[in-house]
């Protein structure tokens, strides 16, 4: 499954802080429903994502009902991407 995905970074400060961009409602959709089928636990669900000219293995995480796709430092670094900025981006996610 690819997801096209555009949203705000935002920034969770927990015990592991990170920076996140929430799937939109639509795509949250799409991925919930084969989410059971393609998880490894808790929810999380492996996949690829690529910014600009950067491709990262993550984990998107359950957020609020939708996911919450992890921009790592060294994309943000990379693609020059800061807190609060608007970037696109293409999640792939392993067929179940």
Do not use: Q
């Amino acid at each position: 499954m690819d997801l096209e995905v555009t949203g705000e970074v935002w920034y969770w400060r927990g015990p592991a802080p990170f920076h996140f961009v929430s799937l939109p409602a639509d795509e949250a959709a799409r991925l919930g429903a084969v989410a059971n089928l393609v998880t490894y636990g808790w929810g999380c669900i492996p996949a690829t994502v690529r910014v600009g000219a950067t491709t990262y293995t993550t984990s998107l995480f359950p957020k609020d009902g939708g996911f919450a796709v992890p921009v790592k430092v060294a994309v943000r670094r990379a693609e020059g991407i800061d807190l609060g900025d608007v970037v696109s981006m293409r999640v792939t996610v392993p067929d179940p």
